[in-house]
């Protein structure tokens, strides 16, 4: 009966701490873009394109991102991520890049609400770059899950 106890013990031990440990570390969700010009709302006429990779870690809500482009009518004056909206769709800028001069690639993060998180999973988010030639924006993509 002792060996049975400390058998049982140690199994109750192994699987808690699996569960710890599994609980301590962050999921993190691996995001994508394609940027082009006719994803734009309305649709632009340019040869620019580039993309976007990104990760959120879902516990803190650190959004980490990378963007690379080329072929835009000109310098960048503005770029943001917007939401929520479906492809297709406007929205207001939810997190603006705060680099200058705004060139390729960008790297950056940001910390989003719990909000901001959930539309950037369900793929509520889109990224723009706007240039003086297209200030509505030149080239866009819908931020999605990477498979």
């Known amino acids: 009966m002792n060996q049975m106890n400390r058998f049982l013990r140690a ?14 570390h962050a999921a993190t969700v691996n995001l994508k873009a394609d940027l082009k010009a006719s994803s734009e709302v309305p649709p632009k006429e340019s040869a620019g394109t580039g993309t976007l990779t990104g990760t959120l ?6 959004f980490k991102y990378h963007v690379e482009f ?12 917007h939401g929520p909206a479906a492809a297709g769709s406007n929205a207001k800028p939810q997190v603006p890049v705060k680099v200058s001069p705004i060139a390729s690639p960008i790297d950056g993060k940001a910390t989003l609400t719990p909000e ?10 889109y990224f723009n770059l706007h240039t003086q030639a297209n200030p509505g924006g030149e080239i866009r993509g819908q931020v999605q899950k990477a498979e």
């Open 70 to 81: 080329s072929g835009l009518t000109g310098a960048v004056v503005a770029a943001h991520f």
């Open 116 to 125: 901001q998180a959930k539309d950037l999973v369900d793929a509520k988010w």
């Open 11 to 24: 199994a109750v031990f192994t699987v808690a701490f699996t569960f710890l440990a599994a609980g301590a």
């Open 57 to 62: 870690d879902t516990d803190t809500n650190e």
